[in-house]
């Protein structure tokens, strides 16, 4: 199914909001995690001076992210870490490939990770010959279905433990079940063999130390950990924006994340990897290779405007509290990020040409900004994007459906706000022919006329222009009701 | 004190009645009240759409007619609004003396009930009426100017009225201006949520301080049929049914 575009948002969401089940478990799902962020965030009496520290941090990283990153490296390097740094996507499965290669892997074992997700990293390993499992729950579902994430936390969120169960029988072979426990387990025994066998394993990073070259990954199943520890070699794929400068600084973030993600004081695990192992007796992965990220961040790092997109954690938070994601869901934004900072950045990363529904994909209601565990303010940039699609972007963009029509009816617009006459001419014009469509005090279903009326009648009854105006009340008794 | 009414073009041209009302509240609370009818829009609709460019000169007229009143606060009956005005200075980022004048007219500028609680620190403005009402909070009033306690304490004290606070009233109603149109059916099943809560609640009026999403969920209500009235909290302030009859 979710293989759509963001070129297609519109009718991507229509489908999605004729689809029963997916609103039952989205509705489900994201109103839990949101009662249960607010709980965890009011369970912390400093918890928007941790939001104004996390903050202050991100924007300092972002300011100096050349030096931070010269220091994660060397300190990474001096413990025995290799570092690869990818322009794209692309050049980043390509050294993921070539890495696999030189060392006959077959098996790779890999831990959920957005931006190897970005990257379409499975499809370039499978294109390579090479057998890719994900061992995060939610992503080996999604991986068994041959579908997307849906979410940045919660990959199969759009799934109901029936389809998941329906999913297991087919995919599986195991006999039909609800229970939530046999179906965790199912997967849990058959992702043990394939640890054991893997010759690789690949990670995400949510946070690269400056300080000390350590990666932190967080996680709640224990497949991290072990796709980390248990196979010879360690390939960890990092955006280039996920380093902080100091190891105390971990305090701060390890208190938002879980929190705002999940509504948990705390992960279940917390893995911080320095280096390679420095004895031969030691455990762990022999190699670690770091591939380092761009993939359009530079570029957003450049605008003083949208650098500010970089410091998201990818907590999903603002996904969780958005009106839009709540009903739609995230396969619907067609991108890999989804929900209200995935209308942020999937422009930035793609360009706006096959993006440019996406900033417009919400109400501008703020809910995002308010959770953003560091505030972000994602109306602001979706409104910074709007301009530049109406002012900036290319032509094709510019002459999209609709936008011609759009831009001509704001000129009309500005020039009746600047001239109080043409004001009032407009509406005396608008009184005099609503009468064409009111009844009964109200407007009802408009099928033909213009489209934003059609639009709006489509399922709401307008309210009609008053007959007479407050100015024309105001001018005839000042203002006396 | 003086005030100077920014009326909205919304409430000017379709919901007058809550202009009317809030010069009858505001004078109630002793306030002089002017308008200039020069005013027109503050230019959130293409602000919001991304047409910056005029935007920004809509914005400008707003300033020029707003510097000239010698009033003492520029009060709105609108959170949306309001928190446009507010915006203005991230229109004049490169033009340091507009930027100067957007701040100034931003400063002045309040909605109405944040007016009547935090400046003029009236909490009963000799309201009543009769009926069971919730409130809605709009968006940019609750999360542009932190407007949350100040309606309910006004609406709490309205005589006769019995206040129920609506199951997440701080969600939003699907309004999002263009995004109604552009996407209707993402908006009405937004909408959808707040319908179901507004019926569950049991009132004869769900009140808010936004006629935008008045309309929005008015439009619905009317297009099912439902008993549920829409009002402005400045209709609701603004009535005595109970005048001389009050607890």
């Known amino acids: 199914m979710n293989h759509v575009t963001s070129e297609t948002f519109d009718e991507n969401a229509k489908a999605a909001l004729a689809d029963s089940q997916l609103r039952g478990a989205l509705r489900n799902a994201t109103s839990l995690f949101g009662k249960r962020r607010l709980a965890a965030a009011q369970g912390l009496t400093n918890w928007e001076d941790l939001r104004t520290q996390a903050r202050a941090i991100k924007d300092d990283v972002l300011l100096h992210l050349d030096q931070y990153l010269e220091n994660f490296v060397s300190q990474a390097e001096a413990r025995g870490a290799k570092f690869h740094w990818a322009r794209d996507g692309a050049e980043a499965n390509a050294i993921i490939c070539r890495l696999a290669a030189e060392r006959n892997a077959r098996s790779i074992v890999k831990s959920k990770s957005m931006t190897t997700e970005e990257t379409h990293l499975n499809v370039a390993l499978e294109a390579a010959g090479i057998q890719v499992i994900e061992t995060d729950l939610g992503e080996y579902i999604i991986q068994l279905a041959e579908e997307t994430p849906s979410h940045i936390i919660v990959p199969a969120i759009h799934k109901t433990k029936r389809q998941i169960a329906e999913l297991f029988t087919q995919e599986l072979g195991i006999p039909p079940t609800d229970d939530v426990a046999k179906l965790t387990s199912t997967a849990r025994a058959t992702l043990r063999d394939r640890f054991a066998a893997a010759d690789i394993g690949i990670s995400g990073v949510n946070f690269g130390v400056a300080e000390t070259g350590t990666i932190v990954i967080l996680e709640n199943e224990g497949n991290i950990r072990l796709t980390t520890s248990l196979p010879r070699f360690h390939i960890a794929v990092m955006g280039i924006e996920k380093v902080v400068p100091r190891f105390a600084d971990l305090d701060i973030f390890l208190k938002l994340l879980p929190r705002s993600g999940t509504g948990q004081r705390l992960t279940t695990y917390q893995s911080f990897i320095t280096g390679t192992k420095q004895n031969a007796f030691d455990d762990g992965p022999e190699e670690l290779h770091v591939v380092m990220l761009d993939n359009g961040r530079s570029r957003m790092l450049a605008h003083p405007v949208t650098r500010q997109s970089l410091a998201c954690i990818r907590c999903g938070a603002c996904l969780n509290a958005c009106p839009v994601y709540q009903q739609i869901g995230g396969h619907a934004y067609g991108s890999v990020y989804p929900g209200p900072i995935g209308a942020v950045i999937t422009p930035q990363l793609m360009g706006l040409e096959k993006t440019q529904q996406l900033p417009y994909a919400s109400s501008l209601c703020g809910a995002c900004r308010e959770v953003c565990p560091v505030k972000i303010d994602i109306p602001r940039l979706l409104l910074h994007l709007r301009g530049e699609i109406t002012e900036k972007s290319s032509p094709e963009v510019q002459q999209a459906k609709g936008r011609t029509m759009e831009r001509f009816a704001f000129k009309m617009w500005r020039l009746m706000m600047l001239r109080p006459w043409a004001y009032n001419l407009s509406a005396r014009v608008g009184r005099l022919f609503q009468g064409l469509v009111v009844k009964d005090g109200k407007i009802g279903r408009v099928k033909s006329f213009v489209g934003p009326l059609a639009a709006w009648t489509s399922g709401r009854d307008l309210r009609p222009l008053d007959q007479k105006s407050f100015r024309d009340k105001w001018a005839s008794d000042q203002g006396k009701s | ?247």
């Open chain 2, 1 to 247: 004190m003086r005030v100077s009414l920014f009326v909205t073009c919304l409430v000017d041209q379709l919901w007058s009645s809550v202009g009317t009302s809030s010069v009858e509240v505001l004078r109630r609370v002793g306030c002089e009240v002017e308008f200039d009818d020069r005013q027109t829009c503050c230019a959130q609709p293409a602000f919001n759409t991304g047409y910056r460019s005029e935007a920004r000169d809509v914005a400008r007229r707003f300033i020029e007619i707003f510097e000239e009143t010698k009033a003492d606060a520029i009060v709105s009956p609108s959170g949306s609004c309001t928190a446009m005005v507010r915006h203005y200075p991230e229109l004049f980022a490169d033009e340091p003396d507009w930027l100067k004048r957007a701040q100034a007219i931003a400063e002045r500028t309040h909605e109405l009930s944040s007016f009547l609680i935090r400046v003029l620190k009236r909490e009963d403005v000799g309201a009543s009426w009769n009926g069971r009402l919730t409130w809605h909070d709009a968006c940019h009033g609750l999360r542009d100017l932190n407007l949350k306690s100040e309606p309910r304490t006004l609406l709490k004290n309205v005589h006769g009225a019995e206040y129920v606070e609506l199951d997440n009233a701080d969600s939003c109603c699907g309004f999002g201006g263009t995004f109604s149109v552009k996407y209707p059916e993402i908006s009405l099943a937004i909408l959808d949520q707040k319908i179901e809560a507004i019926e569950r609640a049991g009132v004869n009026a769900v009140v808010a301080g936004d006629a935008s999403c008045l309309m929005q969920i008015g439009g619905r209500l009317s297009r099912h049929g439902s008993k549920v009235k829409v009002m402005h909290i400045a209709e609701l302030l603004a009535s005595q049914e109970m005048s001389g009859n009050v607890r």
